[in-house]
């Protein structure tokens, strides 16, 4: 009997604690500013816990922000990234569409980016041209 009640009162112990960021800490760790952290809060992008005035930020934010920052870095439109965050989210089969989504992106950035390519090249060649 005692072994099963040590058993028990070991395993409530060690529930995992979950970490969660002020929006400060998001600042200094991704380099943005607050006023950042909160706009992308205003277009739907970030979810956090409220306790008042305060935000309280938990992983799954921390993920969202990451994947902002690096569609922004990648000049994908906030509807683009909200499209694949929110697929990210998705529970059956999320990571694959997200995937595929992501991947037809880049393809259509990529298409963009050789259009653009060739039409500076073009451009130099008639300037080239006396």
Known sequence: MEGLLSATSTSDAIRPTQRTWSIGELARHFDVTTRTIRFYEQEGLLHPQRRGQTRIYHDKD??????????KRLGFSLAEIREVVDLYDAADGGGEKQLTRLLDILAEKREGLERQLRDLTAMQRELDDP
């Open 62 to 71: 921390r993920v969202r922000l990451k994947l902002t920052l690096r569609g």
